[in-house]
């Protein structure tokens, strides 16, 4: 099956910056769609960014257009959430996950694998 593993969380002040990074090992990261998704205290985990493994094409929230960026690096087998502009309501903890498509918009439609997950917290 595989694992991925998720790391560069932490605390950052309003306006501040942070670059996740996924390391899966396990499997071959160019082969699947990846994204990635966060779950707030009391919430519902939900789709932040996602990258289609077939054509390229990426999806992003629309609370986070042009502030986050989602890359990979298939010859180190990861992948990568550049944070910018950060706010206190993308405190959250931040999943890495990968499936064979994840449609239009980080859709949870088929067999989904995931990280164990990072904190970020936005705070002054």
């Known amino acids: 099956q595989g694992q991925l593993e998720e790391s560069g969380g932490g605390l950052v002040q309003p306006g501040g910056s942070l670059r996740l990074s996924c390391a899966a090992s396990?499997?071959?990261?160019?082969?699947?769609?990846v994204g990635w998704f966060r779950q707030a205290p009391g919430k519902e985990r939900e789709g932040v960014s996602c990258l289609s493994g077939s054509d390229g094409n990426t999806y992003y929230q629309d609370s986070v257009k042009d502030r986050f960026a989602i890359s990979r690096d298939n010859s180190k087998n990861m992948v990568f959430l550049q944070m910018t502009s950060l706010k206190p309501e993308d405190t959250a903890v931040y999943y890495c996950a990968r499936a064979l498509d994840f449609g239009l918009a980080c859709d949870l439609t088929g067999s989904v694998a995931w990280g164990q997950g990072t904190q970020v917290t936005v705070s002054a």
């Open positions: 396990g499997f071959a990261l160019e082969n699947y769609s």
